[in-house]
Structure formats: C-alpha cells, structure tokens
C-alpha cells in the first residue's frame, strides 16, 4: 500500500507546485518583462572592464591587417577587436576567420556597405567594453596609444570624447612629423606617447579616425546618424551632439597614431556632397553652431542632460520591438491597443527610448485626443507649433518655446502636418525658452 501511496502524494504535490507556479509566472512575468526591456543595462549584462575597439572596414585588406597587426603588438591594456566588414570583396573575411581563434576578436559581415555610420552602429551593438574606441582601419597603433588615451577619457567626467594627434587630418590634430618609414615611425611614437596631463587640449572639433568615449557617453548621446552616405560629417555630427550635452572634446597631444588618411572614401568621392547637403539640411545655420554654449539651457547640469531632451514633446514613438510610446513633457506612455493605428510615428533607438522615464500607460483614444488639442495650431496648449515673423519654428512645451533647429527636424519628427500658429518677433523674444529641438537620427539597420 506504502508502494502505492507514495507515486500518487507525489503527484498530487507536483500539479500543486505546477499551479502555483504558473500563477506566480502570470502574476510576475508582466512587470518583471518591462523592467528587463526597460532598464538598459540588462542589454549589457556581460559588460568587462576593458575597451571594445571597434572597426569599420570595406576592402584595402592590406591596411587592416596592418592596423589590426599593430594593435595586438601596441594595446597593452585590456580590449576585443570588433571588426564591421561592409560587404568587403578581396578576402577580408577568410582574414577574419583566421584571426578569430588568435585573440579576442569578433566580427560581422554585411551583404551590402552600410556606410561609416552604419558600420560604426553594429559595432557598438555588439560592443561590450566599458569603454569603446572608434577606429579607421587605415590607421597604425603605437606605444602606449590605449593608456595614454584612457587616463585622458577617465580624467574628469565632464570629458565626452578623446582622440590623439597624427600624421595627417584636415584639423588641428595634425602634427608635423619626420619619419620616413614605418620603423621610425614607431621609434618617433614611442618617443612622443609620454603621458602628460599638461598636453591634454580642449578643442571645439574632433575627427573621427580615432575616437575614445565611455559607455555611459553613449548611452547619453546615442549612435550615430545613418542618413550621412559612407563617411564625412557624420563624425561631425556625433561630436556636436556630445557638446550639446555640455561634455568637452580633449585632444590628447601625448598619444600619436599614423593615420594613411582617406584610403576607403577615395572610392566614394561623391558622398562628400551629400552628406554635407544633409547635414545642412538638419543642423540649419553652422554659424551658429560655433557658440554651442547659445543652445545649451542655462543653469541646466551638464550630467543631467541626454540627447532625448533635444527631442520635441507630444510625440509618438517606436521601440524596435513595435511597441508604441506617447512622449510627453520628458515621460513617455506606452499606447494600448494600438493595432492597425494610422498614428505618425518616428523609430528611434533602445538607448533613446530607455532615456525617457515609463509613466502610465494611455488608451489610444486618449493619445488621438493629445494629438488633436496639439495639432490645432491656435491654442496655447502644450505640443502646439508656431512660427515667428522672421521664420523660426517653435514648440510650445510647459509654457515655454523650444526652437526647432531646423525644417528638417519639423518634418522628420512629423509636426509638418500640424496647424501652426503665427507669432511675432516680440513674442518669441519674451518667452522663456528651453532647449532647443534637433532631428532625430536616421536609422537604416533594423536591429538598433
């Protein structure tokens, strides 16, 4: 009889255990499913305390392997290689495959050339590193370049991005050098890269063959603008947006690189235009851009600011999963049943979505009702958009004006189809205004 009993108790305890398990997964799941999606770090859950160096490559094998040759014989700090092949065909990726069991490297290959931006973005998907370094491939590592670069980045929180001098840039980065071949090269670099703090210079540009920035700068900042077509501007873009969140450029002067210079856009001498023609189009008058202090909020701190405060309010936007948000006033709602909706929307990236506190959640009659006392034009309700005599855009938001920074900006975040209400000069003049409005960025990968 014992024999007997003993099967069926076991039973019974175990369909027991199975119902509370499945009430307590059902009760549980919901909430801890949005705080996963919700908190950014889970994304990052196997972070090491090193540098993710991240490097873009289409075609010239020879300059990668002499860039990748000279890291592992220079980086004496710790690190993984993440190589972006776009679509390279002479050989890069049986030269991947190889190094792949020699040292930490991974990498990923696309079909078609994702651009520099394009490229730049997967890498920082797969990057893992507390710091990241952006890379050309067509650049020689030397002595101490890692070293000499973190104990800049690591100076002082208030430093956003950190890149060294070289041989040859179109900006004050260039340095003259002597050299005339690779061997004294090293030997003039391993003179030159002496850490010194004194030779760290703040600067209002920074190139982008050789970028250093900690995580918590890019998920501020977050990754970079893909409408710019295979390579210029689009480094300029990111390091503006850096200084919008009042974080300082540093040249390091104590950490020299050999950079050969231009080798992949050579093949794309066309980009250079329109990427310029766009980058007109989204941050409006460059003159104005040389006093960035002019459009930094006065008063604000410097670390309280990330970039979805240059994004406008009464909006709605979408989460890579598909999953609907209505920002308002710096909070965003998820939208309920939102299913075969006829909503505007605008993509934005997981950082940028995760930057934004989780209020309530909001019926989609409620958010069609925002959109309409928004989009009348004629009220001074919080979303509406008015436009001053001599042609600026605003929005108005908790009684304040926000200037768009341009008409691309009023277009790409769809406020173009909303009624817009005319305003003087005067009147822009005397309200308070907050930060200004910026585009969002262009995605083209469907996975960031």
């Not at 993440?82 to 390279?88: C, T």
Request: with cysteine; aromatic share 10%; charged share 25%.
């Amino acid at each position: 009889m014992k024999r007997r009993l003993r099967p069926m108790v076991r039973r019974r305890r175990t369909a027991a255990g199975g119902r509370a398990y499945r009430k307590g997964y059902a009760e549980g799941f919901p909430a801890g499913y949005e705080q996963g999606r919700n908190d950014p770090e889970t994304d990052y859950a196997s972070l090491f305390d090193g540098t993710s160096i991240i490097i873009p490559t289409y075609n010239n094998l020879s300059y990668l392997k002499g860039c990748i040759s000279s890291l592992i014989a220079y980086t004496d700090r710790p690190y993984e290689v993440i190589v972006i092949d776009n679509g390279s065909t002479d050989g890069t990726e049986a030269y991947l495959k190889r190094l792949g069991g020699r040292l930490r490297l991974r990498y990923k290959r696309f079909e078609n050339n994702l651009g520099f931006a394009g490229g730049v973005n997967q890498g920082l998907l797969m990057a893992k590193g507390t710091s990241i370094v952006i890379l050309n491939n067509d650049t020689l590592l030397t002595r101490h370049w890692l070293g000499n670069l973190l104990a800049c980045l690591y100076s002082s929180p208030t430093i956003g991005l950190v890149g060294p001098v070289t041989n040859y840039l179109s900006n004050n980065q260039r340095i003259n050098v002597g050299y005339r071949d690779m061997k004294e090269m090293q030997a003039f670099a391993a003179r030159h890269n002496q850490s010194d703090p004194a030779s760290w210079r703040k600067a209002q540009d920074i190139m982008g063959f050789c970028l250093a920035l900690r995580r918590d700068v890019l998920l501020r900042v977050g990754y970079m603008d893909e409408g710019y077509s295979f390579g210029t501007c689009e480094d300029v873009d990111f390091y503006l947006r850096v200084r919008l969140l009042g974080l300082e450029l540093v040249i390091a002067e104590d950490t020299f690189i050999h950079h050969y210079g231009s080798v992949t856009m050579r093949s794309f001498k066309d980009a250079s235009v329109l990427n310029q023609i766009f980058f007109r189009q989204k941050w409006g008058d460059w003159q104005q851009l040389g006093r960035m202090e002019e459009l930094l909020q006065p008063g604000r701190s410097a670390s309280e600011l990330r970039m979805v405060d240059y994004y406008p309010s009464h909006v709605v936007v979408e989460a890579l999963n598909g999953s609907l948000y209505w920002i308002e006033n710096g909070c965003r709602h998820r939208i309920l049943s939102a299913g075969g909706h006829s909503l505007r929307t605008v993509r934005l990236t997981q950082p940028d979505i995760w930057a934004w506190p989780l209020g309530p959640e909001l019926p989609l009659d409620t958010v069609l009702g925002k959109l309409q006392r928004a989009s009348n034009g004629w009220g001074r309700t919080d979303g509406a958009i008015v436009r001053s005599g001599s042609g600026d855009c605003f929005q108005l938001a908790v009684g304040r004006l926000r200037r768009l920074l341009s008409e691309q900006a009023l277009r790409d975040w769809g406020l173009d189809d909303r009624s817009i209400a005319p305003i003087s000069d005067e009147e822009a003049a005397i309200s308070g205004q907050g930060l200004v409005i910026m585009a969002p960025i262009t995605l083209k990968a469907s996975n960031i």
